[in-house]
């Protein structure tokens, strides 16, 4: 892994503009990508000839996609272009050619059941910015042994920033719309950060005992860390967190579609390692909340919870803060079309910007394929994040927008193209400056080939 120099990441254009001028030059470079991205969907079509039957014999493939089916393995290999305005502050565009695999395993087990899913890459840059590659490892181990059951999960990935859409994280490689669930603390979008390596894992773990027909008893707990790898100065990385959560709860199947639980945790979160200039604070969050769920059709189905949550910081001084936790979602999984849309509320370690804070993210996720040979894919997500209330302390406010538009077309069975454009937004309020936060607007406008075969059967069950 090659470390790159801050000085390889100042923008191009020496003095800042003024107000007005970045106003118009980001206008303009809206217009652009989207005349730019609207051109390209209008161009594949015609530069493939016509649409595939559709009385084709097996699947047609218009670009990666999880496994359904148990004992089955997918994988695929994508070429792409990205446009990038916006580039670490950069007014003007950049580009980068990009190179990128996905694997996804489900095993044949109906009673212990094992997932994986692996995507990763590497960027050439072709304008004077920074290259970098990325990975992202999730694995998932169900066991059952009577009337308990038991979830092992472990997710780990190695990014040049803040994680954005897709199964990668990395706008414009062509895998928006691919989302697994990955168990663990969900704290929504998080805040964008300019270049700085880091490496983030997160090993989780749930048990279940059944103690009647429909009511259940549950643990769980979970370690996360982040590490900045990017190190030498003041806002040169981020702040390496550690946290840790244990929670225990209770659930009822009240009948075939409805489930009523409640549940309490207690997570630790501390920070080690340079803090950049930023403080940073130990603290303590407490969570009780009731659980409900429920599915309206075999297709439709929500989930909340919600409760007080109390935290309280090491700073001195300091007194036990109070507020409300909510994490909600309404899901829709047709046989082919998905969507989800979902609202968390609760505190988290900060994204390595800031030493703790309160965010609030909404976001929506849809998949939808139409005509045979065609997908396509959405994405968008409002995240508001502030820092923890303390006596004297610096108060930081970042308001995060992000969406991203994918269209996909298959251009033989295994073969696809895609264009995708994503638009990411961050503002911040603060006297002070966090560790190498973003600000300012970013378009990214991909394009490329994608080599996704049918899933390949793996032992027997």
Known sequence: MTRISQCDLQPAGGKAAKPAAQSAIQKAAIMRSLFLAVLLMMITPAAFGQALPAAEAAPISTGFSLPRTAGTLQYAVSASESLVWGYYGNSGAASATNLTGDLAYLSNSKRNPFSMVLAGGHSWSTSGQPSFSYVSLGMSQIANAGRWNFVFSDNVNYMPGTPTVGLSGIAGVGDLGVSPVQVGVDSGQGVLSNFSTRVTNTVAGTIQRQLTGKTSINGSGSASITRFLDTGGSNNGGLDSNSITGGAGISHQY???????????????????????????????????????????????????????????????????????????????????????????????????????????????????????????????????????????????????????????????????????????????????????????????????????????????
């Open 255 to 461: 009948n075939e579609r409805t489930s009523l639980g409640g549940n309490y945790a207690y997570s630790t979160y501390s920070y080690s390692g340079d803090t950049s200039g930023t403080q940073a604070f130990n603290f303590v969050s407490q969570t009780a909340s009731v659980l409900f769920t429920h599915r309206f059709t075999r297709k439709w189905g929500m989930s909340a919870s919600a409760g007080p949550q109390w935290t309280l910081s090491d700073y001195s001084g300091s007194k036990q803060q109070l507020s409300a936790f909510v994490d909600a979602s309404v899901d829709y999984a047709g046989h082919y079309s998905s969507g989800s849309l979902a609202y968390v509320r609760s505190t988290n370690s900060g994204f390595g910007a800031i030493g703790g804070s309160l965010s609030d993210s909404l976001t929506f996720v849809a998949t939808h394929p139409f005509a045979v040979v065609w997908s396509s894919s959405f994405s968008a997500s409002y995240t508001r994040t502030e820092s923890l209330p303390l006596p004297l302390a610096v108060h930081y406010k970042f308001d995060t927008t992000l969406a991203g538009v994918q269209v996909s077309r298959a251009l033989v069975r295994s073969l696809s193209t895609y264009a995708s454009f994503t638009v990411q937004n961050q503002s911040s309020q603060s006297s002070a400056t966090a560790a190498n936060v973003f600000n300012g607007l970013s378009e990214v406008v991909g394009f490329g080939l994608t080599y996704s075969p049918m899933s390949v059967h793996l032992g027997r069950p």
